[in-house]
Structures are given as structure tokens and as C-alpha cells.
């Protein structure tokens, strides 16, 4: 199966909601419970939390040196400190708190350290009136201090500051639990859906300019293949089943990436879809490969084919799961089960087994004609669908743009779809993979689409 690394220089947090949002839920569990166990992450090694401590307490003692020097590096360094607890707190007053205008503006001053602590004890009497009560102790402890400290002024100021910011994580915790933990599953699935939309469109920006992320989706779109005239929409989704129809692997590379581009990259709107697109790829192929093998063992319908083939699956399913599955090894476990259904209609001699054997390995190969054949009638078939569905408001305009909201269409899904038939791929299990995948290459279909067109 086919493998691609994801770019991990971007927050992988994003890559876990959206992964979260657009994948089957688990049976039996909210998603609240998911969400819960998503937030837990690996604790950092000892090396790691030492040389943290270090970098840190090397930053607050070049503060706290810099509060000591002349008046300019001391107004510096005040206009620093006073800028980073600004963007801590920000999200947690009302706009027009007069406390955020004293943040920004130092006013002029005999005494700027003193007139510094002032604006400290205003920031934590402000933020007490927005604490959770439980909160308080910790912030009427830090007012204290500010008060009464033995420290020098200096040392006074970059302590408070420090643990403003840290109060500042601990409240914004609060507020997103408490948030959270009063909404239903789908008020949470709406919330943070417009969350990632807005943080993956976010990032994307960071990395690219708005201009070239038009430059290569109109490139990108430019690409396909068949030459009929198509709507933006279903001209885009073609494309997309292009990319996923090749043997080479889908990627997203970043600009300052070492791989190669023009490959089989898609645009960078697909860029947190693309571990699940490149899974779905794996199960394209599964499917093709699947009805292949069925050519080869000559089973009337019936329970000892529908055997067959959900064996089959299980070895592809996980071959497509094992990141570092053994190739050889799934090719003779396919080859025996091809055997294995050969003899439950015939006998199979030791030159048979052998012609057996070639054959599945011949029908793995990308380049057989029926490998082709089967291949190019599902992704055709899937394309016909994927085009037509009719989801409201699903309508992309002949140019690409970004905004900040999620649009009408929040939170509408297409309804249950009727197993998709296509010839030669009529075996139960087949079918019902067939629309799972279908399903699920629509979800991150209709992500892009919000994320970049209903705005």
C-alpha cells in the first residue's frame, strides 16, 4: 500500500480534530469522551522539561537584568513584558476593558517600574472579576505579593508577569471546559468545526500567500484529464479522483519541503485532508484489488464466495492499517486464500497452485489490464456520484475565496446514500466498502468546500 508522510512542522493538533470530525465516530461514545481523550498528550522526557526550564529561566533573567539597565532597554523590556501579557489576557476581557488601553500604552512616567506594577495589580483585579471563583485564592495571593514582596521591583515585576501568563492558560482552560461541557453532541460538533475551519484556514495562510494558493489550485484544477466541460465544483472533485486513481502516493508538501513537486501533490486546501485522502487512496486500491482476486477463484455466489472475499478484505484492511506491514508477506497470505477458494470448486495440483500464485501476483501489479479496467470503472463510478450529490448550499463560485465564518450550510451532511452499484464489484462486502469510502472521500470533499467556498 502506498505511504506518505504528513507535514509534522505544522500544529498536529489540527491534524487530530480534523481527523476527529471527519472520521466514522466510535460506537457508544459521545463526542465529548472523544474529545476528552484527544486532549491527552504525551508527557515530555525528563531531557526534554530540563532544557524547557532552562531556556525559560534564561528569558526571565534577561528580563529581569534589562528592568536593572538604562531607562531605554528598562522601557523595552516593560513595553515587552506588558505586550506578552496583553496577548495572554486579551481573549479574556471585554474589548473595551480599559485595562488592554494601559497594556498598550505606557503613559508617561517619573517612576516606570512603579507605574509597570500599577498596571499589573489592574490586569489581576480585572482578571479576578472574570476568574472562577476557584481562581481566586491564586490571583489574591499574586495581588498580595505585588504588595507586599520583599524582592526588588524588578524581580517583583518579571515574577507577577510570569505567572500572569501561566493564570492566563489556566483560565482560558476554564472557560473552553465550561464552554464546552454545557453543549450537546451537535452544538460541540458545530463549535468546533467552525474552530478548525478557522484554524486550518489560518494556517494554510501562514504558510502560503493568498494569490499562490489561487495560482495552484487553478493549475492544479487545470490538470484534468477529461476534457468535458465541467462546473468548478465537479471540475475540482474530478480532479481530486484523478489524484486519487494514480499509484503514486497524494501529498501536500510545504514550499520549503525537500520532495519533489508536480508528482502528485494537491493544493494546499487539501493540506490537513491529506492523511485521510491518502488513506482513502489505500482503500481504493483495496477495493480494486479485492474484485481482482475474485476473478481468479471461479465461486458461484453464495456463502463460500462471500467468505472469500470478507477473508480477503480483512488481510487488506489491515495491510492498509500496519504502517509497517511486510508487502511479501499479505501477497502469499492473498495467494493462499485464492487457493484456498479454488479447491472448495475443484482440485488444485502443484502446477495449478504455481499458475495460481503468478496470477495474483500479476493481478497486484498496477499495470494489469484488469487491474486497469476494474479501477478505472470504480473511480468513474464514484466521481458520477460524488458530482451529482445534492447537498445545500454546496455551490462553489468560479474563484477561489477565504473568510471567517462558516457559512449557511454548518453542520448539513447528505443524507444516508443506497448502496452505489458498479459492475463487477457486486459482492456484499465490496458494496458496502464501496460507500463507506464513498462516505468518507465526500466528508473531506464537503470540508474544503466549506472551509474555502461557503464563506
Known amino acids: 500500500m502506498l505511504s506518505h508522510a504528513e507535514p509534522m512542522s505544522l500544529p498536529t493538533e489540527l491534524f487530530s480534530l480534523h481527523a476527529l470530525l471527519t472520521n466514522d465516530p466510535i460506537p457508544g461514545k459521545s463526542l465529548h469522551a472523544m474529545l476528552a481523550g484527544s486532549h491527552a498528550r504525551p508527557q515530555p522526557s525528563p531531557l526534554h522539561k530540563s532544557v524547557e526550564t532552562v531556556i525559560h529561566s534564561a528569558f526571565w533573567d534577561v528580563a529581569r537584568e534589562q528592568l536593572r539597565g538604562d531607562p531605554v532597554a528598562q522601557l523595552e523590556r516593560s ?17 473595551n476593558d480599559p485595562v488592554l488601553s494601559e497594556l498598550r500604552r505606557i503613559p508617561p512616567t517619573t517612576s516606570l517600574l512603579h507605574s509597570v506594577k500599577l498596571i499589573l495589580k489592574d490586569v489581576l483585579l480585572s482578571l479576578r472579576k472574570r476568574a472562577a471563583p476557584v481562581r481566586d485564592p491564586s490571583i489574591d495571593k499574586l495581588l498580595d505579593n505585588l504588595e507586599t514582596s520583599a524582592n526588588d ?3 517583583t515585576i518579571v515574577d507577577t508577569s510570569k505567572s500572569l501568563l ?3 492558560e489556566i483560565m482560558k482552560s476554564d472557560l473552553t471546559d465550561f464552554v464546552v461541557g454545557s453543549m450537546t453532541d451537535s452544538e460541540l460538533r458545530t463549535y468546533l468545526t467552525q474552530r478548525a475551519h478557522q484554524n486550518e484556514r489560518k494556517a494554510i495562510l501562514n504558510v502560503w500567500d493568498k494569490s499562490a494558493i489561487d495560482e495552484i489550485w487553478r493549475a492544479w484544477v487545470g490538470e484534468l484529464e477529461v476534457g468535458h466541460s465541467f462546473s468548478p465544483r465537479e471540475a475540482w472533485i474530478r480532479r481530486l479522483m484523478q489524484s486519487l486513481r494514480s499509484t503514486i502516493p497524494v501529498s501536500c508538501p510545504l514550499p520549503d519541503s525537500a520532495e519533489v513537486s508536480g508528482v502528485n501533490t494537491l493544493p494546499p486546501p487539501f493540506l490537513f485532508s491529506q492523511p485521510q485522502l491518502l488513506r482513502m487512496q489505500n482503500y481504493l486500491q483495496a477495493l480494486v484489488v479485492a474484485t481482482s482476486l475474485r476473478s481468479l477463484v471461479h465461486i458461484p455466489s453464495g456463502n463460500d464466495a462471500g467468505a ?25 497470505n492473498l495467494a493462499d486464500e485464492v487457493i484456498r477458494a479454488r479447491r472448495l470448486v475443484s482440485a488444485v495440483d502443484e502446477a495449478e497452485e504455481s499458475r495460481l500464485r503468478e496470477a495474483v501476483d500479476r493481478t497486484l501489479r498496477y499495470s494489469d489490464p484488469v487491474f486497469k479496467l476494474l479501477q478505472k470503472r470504480l473511480l468513474d463510478a464514484l466521481a458520477q456520484e460524488l458530482c451529482h450529490d445534492t447537498i445545500t448550499s454546496l455551490s462553489a463560485p468560479s474563484r477561489m475565496q477565504t473568510g471567517r465564518s462558516l457559512g449557511a450550510s454548518e453542520g448539513s451532511l447528505p443524507l444516508q446514500q443506497p448502496p452505489l452499484f458498479v459492475k463487477g464489484f457486486e ?4 458494496a458496502n466498502a464501496i460507500r463507506k469510502t464513498s462516505d468518507r472521500i ?5 470540508w474544503v468546500q466549506e472551509m474555502w467556498f461557503n464563506v
Open 308 to 332: 472469500f472475499i470478507a477473508r480477503v478484505w480483512v488481510l487488506l484492511e489491515a495491510e492498509i492499517d500496519e504502517k509497517d506491514s511486510v508487502g511479501t508477506t499479505k501477497l502469499i
Open 166 to 168: 501561566s493564570l492566563a
Open 427 to 430: 459482492d456484499p462486502v465490496i
Open 442 to 446: 465526500r466528508r473531506d470533499i464537503d
Open 153 to 155: 521591583l524588578e524581580t
Open 79 to 95: 513595553k515587552s513584558l506588558l505586550l506578552d501579557v496583553y496577548e495572554a489576557i486579551e481573549p479574556l476581557l471585554r474589548p
